[in-house]
């Protein structure tokens, strides 16, 4: 709760933090999607970079694309 998520293609990035409520007494399932549109889905994502609300960070590179991904803070 709380990671900030960047996801990039070529170069389109886009940016989500993982906040599973978003009102007053509301939850919402923590996953975060990300579309790039016109980019080829067989392809992989570039790079992805979570930056982690105790300060650490981790950078994936050539991620599967189409495909639901669960990283774990270190």
Do not use: C
């Not at 900030?4 to 007053?24: C, E, F, H, L, N």
């Amino acid at each position: 709760i709380g990671a900030i998520v960047t996801a990039t293609v070529g170069d389109d990035a886009q940016a989500k933090t993982v906040m599973p409520t978003r009102s007053y007494l509301s939850q919402a399932e923590p996953v975060l999607t990300f579309g790039f549109g016109t980019a080829d889905r067989d392809k992989p994502i570039d790079k992805v970079e979570i930056a982690w609300p105790s300060g650490q960070t981790t950078t994936l590179t050539n991620v599967e694309s189409g495909r639901l991904h669960t990283v774990t803070e270190p």
